[in-house]
């Protein structure tokens, strides 16, 4: 169980003062956009930061209608949190569809 140092200093922007940080690691942080949505598929452009600078990019693609990727990352932490990040973009587009033609 985290403590309430740990809480704070883990869950705050770069966490640099975070124990449980890895030492080596290939990036501090991973940001996610959608680079193209065209209804039966969607590219996401990824970046990687470390120490506050560029560390990386590159592009994932998922197919809407097989409800699989196309080109997922290799790196399993790195998927995951492009997964989570295309649920999280589906659902807010959902509502807004849903409240788009309900008014």
Sequence with gaps: M??????QSCNLG???SCPRLPKER???AVRFAVANDSGGAISLHFAFE???LPAGNGLLE???????WIAPHPEPRI???AESFLQSYL??????LTFTSST
């Design 79 to 81: 998927q995951k949190l």
């Design 91 to 96: 659902e807010r587009r959902s509502s807004t």
């Design 50 to 52: 470390l120490d506050h």
């Design 2 to 7: 985290p403590t309430d140092r740990e809480l």
């Design 14 to 16: 770069y966490a640099k």
């Design 26 to 28: 290939a990036c501090d």
């Design 62 to 68: 998922y197919d809407r209608r097989l409800k699989s």
